[in-house]
């Protein structure tokens, strides 16, 4: 009888256990679903306007074309083996997420001022639903500008990496990096909540974290003061994977795990603080 006693109650506490399970799994599937919607509304946008994708890859053809030439042609940049405008190209790529997902914020204030934020806020879509969606369609952004600069460093001979593993790799470091920035965007537009105070801080912290990282010079030469920069900015970790996925003969410093650890780690904390902030930029 105590025997029977204990099953039926094993058997109780496992049927109670069930529904949770399943209550959880129906919760992350609907956290999920929600994403991707929002990440779809914010992608449709850019059918609407795809010249904002040229007017963006301007700046890195330039990069490429005259910086990474003239240098390359100079040597006065230490890089080993390897041709300085092969070490530069991940840092460029790594340069035009930067650019076009920290502006992603300003979107943000033009949506409150139509009104939009107040009807996504009055949604029963998660706000961290919300920010990680906006995040996303970021990251597809800067995937189309990704393919037209590994068009771009293909025309210009430089020695890429078309192994299907590494190629996945670089697009997971594209989406990762480029919701990290845009996340840091949306944060900053929500606490500033101007466009004018917006527009200064961006400009303000984007060349600071270019020249900070290894985008186009080895940490090795650096002084010490900027080495401990350096090693605390994102940009740098973004960097160190795509150089070592991307190129042909390209090694990580730090190793890949540490590179996508730091990064994703860095996205979930700015994901969470910005769903929480979020609801400040309609105030």
Known sequence: MILQEQGARLSGSVETKRPCASFGFTAIIRFVKKTVVIAELEARKLLHDPTELFTRAVQPTLWLLVFG????????????????IDFMAPGILAQCVLFVAIFYGI??????????????????????????????????????LGFFIYALCALLDVKLKWHPFALAGVLL????????????????????????????????????????????????IMPNWLKVLSHINPLT????????????????????????????????????LGGWLYPRVAT
């Open 237 to 272: 970790y973004q960097v160190d994977a795509l150089r070592a996925m991307m190129l042909a003969g390209g090694a990580s410093q730090y190793g890949l795990i540490s590179d996508f650890g730091i990064l994703i780690a860095a996205t979930t904390l700015l994901v969470i």
């Open 69 to 84: 030439q003239v240098f390359t042609r100079m040597r006065a940049i230490p890089t080993g083996d390897m041709r300085y």
């Open 107 to 144: 979107a943000v204030i033009w949506e409150r001022d139509l009104g939009i934020v107040q009807k996504l806020l009055a949604s029963p879509t998660p706000r961290t639903a919300l920010v990680l969606g906006k995040a996303l369609a970021a990251g597809v952004r800067c995937l189309t």
């Open 173 to 220: 470091v594209l989406l990762i990096s480029a919701a990290l920035f845009s996340t840091l965007s949306l944060i900053i537009a929500c606490i500033v909540k101007s466009r004018e105070r917006f527009m200064g801080i961006g400009q303000m912290i984007t060349m600071p974290l270019f020249f900070t990282s290894n985008a186009i010079y080895p940490i090795t």
